[in-house]
């Protein structure tokens, strides 16, 4: 994949055009600390570093005052200053929001709908994902949060780690956010060492509880199919409640329930292990309880967009229609 990708563009002016003829790396606008110490003397180091800082942090507060359409002209004149301005961002982030984020939005706040800070940070593109990763782990959950969507407007596989990391805090909104995001990097590899991740935070019975069981949520949403054998040998954990997300999470990946006792669990993946996820999901279409059979029909058409999933009122004559279509429509794809 190719470097960080900004999804959404900054006001108008943040990011200074390269002039015509001229000779600056456009792989990155972000300057250096501080002029190399050949070319100024040793002694001026101290001083110089402690005006940078201390011009970086007044920028940062200026910055704090000024709403969205007056704030390039700082913006500029931070990125200049290149780590100096990041870290003093980072100080102070989020700032003075713009807008507070509700649980009613219909999507994630893009940087420069947050505030003043997290629009300036977010021009610093993949000079600032050191930072953000920084700032997701920070010990208050409102610049966890903030950092965490801000990562939505990067296509960056850097983030996969930080966002695996988030995906346990002990913050919903954070953990929501980060799996949300998550799963636009399935098809990575780096991904796929994250789901191994989760699932040995989830077997480990020397992390507290709390993040195991977060790990097992966290593997359920992002429908990781190879924790299947590991939620199943978890049922027989000593604490109710991971068995019982166990069970929750085996009910989602393969639309079948056998209770809590492993046996029955045991013989179904000796003989339907080896199948990948849809095709426990089409025999889930036969099953005799409706919700279950609603459950195969509904993750169905997340996973394959090849048919509506039914309505509640659907008998179980429907939905044997159905398994009919999928069976033949996966047999047709996935010949032997």
């Known amino acids: 994949m190719a470097g960080p990708t900004r999804k959404y563009p900054l006001p108008a002016g943040v990011i200074p055009t390269t002039p015509d003829g001229g000779t600056e790396d456009i792989g990155s606008r972000v300057r250096e600390k501080a002029p190399a110490a050949a070319d100024r003397g040793s002694d001026s180091a101290p001083v110089l570093k402690e005006n940078l800082v201390e011009l970086a942090e007044r920028l940062v507060e200026e910055l704090d005052t000024l709403g969205p359409r007056e704030i390039a002209p700082v913006v500029r004149r931070l990125m200049a200053l290149g780590n100096f301005g990041l870290e003093a961002l980072s100080a102070r982030f989020p700032g003075p929001l713009w807008r507070h984020s509700l649980a009613t939005d219909s999507r994630l706040q893009r940087p420069d709908e947050i505030s003043a800070i997290a629009t300036a940070l977010a021009a ?3 000079e600032a994902i050191p930072y953000l990763a920084r700032l997701m782990r920070d010990p208050t959950s409102k610049v966890r949060y903030y950092a965490t969507v801000i990562c939505a407007a990067y296509s960056s596989p850097r983030l996969i780690e930080p966002l695996m990391q988030a995906s346990l805090d002990e913050d919903r909104e954070c953990r929501r956010v980060a799996l949300h995001l998550l799963s636009a990097y399935q098809h990575e590899a780096l991904f796929l060492n994250a789901l191994g991740e989760l699932r040995r935070c989830a077997a480990d019975g020397t992390q507290p509880l709390p993040i195991r069981r977060r790990a097992v949520s966290a593997l359920t949403q ?3 199919e190879a924790s299947a ?4 040998d978890l049922l027989a954990d000593a604490d109710r409640g991971i068995a019982t997300a166990c069970r929750v999470g085996l009910r989602v990946l393969t639309a079948h329930d056998f209770g809590f006792s492993r046996d029955p669990w045991l013989r179904w993946l000796a003989e339907r ?3 990948t ?3 426990w999901l089409i025999e889930g279409l036969g099953d005799g309880r409706a919700n279950i059979r609603l459950l195969a029909s509904r993750e169905l058409w997340h996973s394959t967009r090849f048919l509506q999933p039914l309505s509640e009122t659907a008998d179980r004559e429907q939905f044997l229609t159905i398994q009919a279509s999928y069976q033949r429509w996966w047999s047709k ?4």
Do not use: T, Y
């Open 124 to 126: 610093f593109e993949g």
């Open 222 to 224: 992002l429908r990781d």
């Open 229 to 232: 054998a590991l939620f199943v």
């Open 273 to 275: 292990g080896d199948e």
């Open 277 to 279: 996820r849809i095709q």
């Open 333 to 336: 794809s996935h010949p032997e």
